[in-house]
């Protein structure tokens, strides 16, 4: 199972990846917008520090436009993935790019339909939306539940990121599933490594030790 952190702060990245288990990073339009500086050099130093997957996402609507970015964002390291939404000229983006080993990380998926589409047209990475399902009332667990069941039956070579994590029994959710990753953001991390039963322990191991 893989670990991605949803952010484009430094800070954060630095934080997580001193812990040894962080794999990948996932940025959108939005996560970016909150940080001074350079796109690209944002971008550069992200996969300096992870050495590992880093998503990064066009902006252009139609296929042309997206190939020529993500030809453009490739440039900046060989870790950069390309994040394309799944839209028709997505879809043609996509094509084009596996075609010629560009990794493309097909995002803003909500039904496996869609998934199966960015398969076929030769996503590496799929990225099906939880948390913005369930905000709808609309369990995200059941399509992350479809997709994993397409992937398989079929062989597709293409890993599924279990995105839009709110909380970590996301985590645990997608871990249970076989999930191939997990992108969460920094808050939900840092909850997973807290339980009160660890602090009331460390607690009384050092009070017993300062009455001996
Ligand atoms: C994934 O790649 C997306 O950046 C992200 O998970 C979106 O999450 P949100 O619904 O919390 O914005």
């Known amino acids: 199972m ?4 949803d952010t484009a702060n430094i800070g954060e990245i630095k934080e997580i990846a001193q812990w040894g288990v962080l794999d990948g990073v996932t940025t959108n339009p939005s996560l970016m917008s909150r940080e001074k500086g350079d796109y690209r050099e944002i971008l550069k130093e992200i996969c300096d520090i992870v050495k590992g997957p ?32 799944c839209t028709i000229d997505g879809l043609k ?3 084009i790019l596996s075609q010629e080993k ?29 948390g913005r399902l369930d905000d ?18 079929y062989n597709f070579p293409s890993r599924l990121i279990f995105a839009s994590v709110r909380h970590p029994e996301h ?16 808050r ?3 909850s997973m490594i807290k339980h009160p039963l660890t602090d009331i322990g460390i607690e009384r191991f050092l009070n017993d030790w300062e009455k001996r």
């Open 93 to 95: 983006a996509t094509n």
């Open 2 to 5: 893989k670990l991605y952190l």
């Open 188 to 190: 939900v991390f840092s």
């Open 136 to 153: 709808i009332a609309n369990p995200g667990i059941e399509v992350i539940k479809d997709i994993l069941d397409i992937l398989n039956n």
């Open 102 to 130: 560009i990794r493309v990380n097909m995002t803003l998926i909500f039904s496996a339909n869609q998934a199966i589409l960015a398969a076929k047209a030769g996503a590496s990475y799929i990225s099906p939306f939880v």
């Open 54 to 85: 880093v998503s990064a996402e066009v902006l252009s609507p139609n296929s042309a436009d997206m190939v020529k970015e993500a030809k453009d964002l490739s440039k900046i390291s060989e870790h950069i993935v390309i994040k394309i939404p």
């Open 171 to 186: 985590v645990r959710q997608a871990a249970i599933l076989g999930a191939h990753i997990v992108t969460m953001p920094y």
